[in-house]
């Protein structure tokens, strides 16, 4: 082939399937596997046995049992993964008729005979292990890249954008938004980006005057290279060049801690905006979108696609952590209500809340699924 035939555009515009696949397997395969490796290392410190630990669902691909008596195995579902600690063997994690007929002995290393706070942090270890992957991610880049700032000076406002109508200039320097101090450009982009159609009250400094400015953050739709589109929130200024700071040790980790804090915030604030009708449901992703944005974060190179795994941390940890009956967050709001009413709730009640909650999570992902088929290229969208 000659090499006029390879052009940049056309590598970048659609990566082949098979890296759709190789993206999904390296972005959920190590962040499952330490998601639950988290749950599996808790419980081994409190003594708790583990009858198997699962990457995937479904029947058993490949598997070994270790002198511990563990079950390590590949199933053919790689959609997640679990843990199955001794006794635990129903959703409510409800002591059965078989685990109190267990000898003294064997029972003290079942999970539930654990107090109540040592099965908390045994469930929390695991989305608080995604924290942490995410969190080393970002220090690194911090430690290596320093971190870049940028004045929140007004450098260029475009013509017939909200900024423009509004009356800032170049020159303008952004005092605070929402009544909250504004130090750097990236904090107004924050602010800005993810809120289409948000109010946003600015005080800015223009030679020596303080000046008030009220907007609605207009929305621009946006594509990528890959064509996906983004609903994003832009009040038309430009910010000037930054200046590349380097950091230490301890400072990348604690600015990696409060940039995970901000993708979380982002993520909460983003499906409260598809919940109250300010976003599509569109954007809603399921399997198939995340294998298709790990294919084509992986075609662009090893940072862009480790960020996004960073990213994706992030979220199994967002959604790990929310209080819905089979979900790490369900069960850590039963511990909770046990706590505070001193006695656990009911087995029967826990049997149908979990029901409820297994029911829910299916339709989600039947519906995202679905979501994600209808936005693929086939179907026009």
């Known amino acids: 082939m000659r090499p006029e035939c390879w052009s940049m555009p056309d590598l970048f515009d659609s990566p082949p399937f098979w890296m759709w696949i190789v993206g999904f397997l390296l972005v959920l395969g190590p962040l499952v596997t330490l998601h639950e490796l988290g749950h599996y290392l808790v419980g081994r410190f409190f003594g708790v046995k583990a009858d198997a630990f699962s990457i995937g669902f479904g029947k058993e691909i490949a598997g070994f049992t270790d002198k511990r008596g563990t079950r390590w195995k590949l199933s ?20 059965s008729p078989e685990w109190l007929a267990l000898p003294e002995e064997e029972r003290q290393k079942t999970f539930p005979a654990q107090p109540l706070w040592q099965k908390a942090l045994i469930v929390a270890a695991g989305p608080f292990t995604n924290f942490l992957i995410a ?6 880049f911090n430690l290596v890249y320093g971190k870049l700032e940028i004045p929140p000076v007004i450098a260029a406002v475009s013509e017939n954008s909200a900024a423009a109508e509004a009356g800032l200039r170049e020159g303008d320097r952004i005092v605070s938004a929402d009544g909250a101090p504004i130090e750097n450009f990236e904090a107004l982009r924050n602010l800005v980006v993810p809120n289409p159609g948000s109010n946003l009250s600015l005080e800015v400094e223009r030679d020596g005057e303080t000046l008030n400015f009220d907007f609605t953050i207009p929305m621009i739709v946006e594509r990528d290279r890959f064509g996906n589109e983004f609903r ?5 200024v430009a910010s000037p060049s930054g200046e590349v700071v380097p950091v230490g040790p301890l400072e990348s980790v604690g600015l990696a801690t409060v940039q995970t804090a901000g993708i979380m915030k982002m ?6 905006q598809i919940i109250s009708g300010r976003r599509p449901v569109s954007e809603l992703g399921g399997p198939i979108k995340i294998a298709k944005y790990s294919g084509e974060q992986l075609s662009l190179g090893w940072h862009q696609f480790v960020s996004f795994v960073a990213l994706i941390s992030i979220n199994l940890a967002f959604i790990n952590i929310l209080p819905i009956p089979v979900l790490d967050g369900g069960h850590l709001a039963f511990y909770a209500a046990e706590a505070v009413r001193r006695k656990p709730v009911g087995q029967r009640g826990q ?4 029901r409820t909650g297994m029911a829910f999570v299916l339709a989600l992902m039947l519906f995202v699924t679905i979501n994600d088929i209808i936005s693929l290229p086939i179907f026009g969208s």
Do not use: C, H, K
């Open 351 to 354: 049997e149908w809340a979990f």
């Open 232 to 236: 994003i929130g832009r009040l038309g």
């Open 267 to 272: 993520m909460v604030n983003g499906v409260w």
């Open 135 to 140: 969190i080393a991610i970002l220090a690194t």
């Open 76 to 95: 053919a579902l790689p959609l997640g993964g679990y843990v199955q600690f001794a006794g635990d063997m129903n959703p409510a994690s409800e002591p």
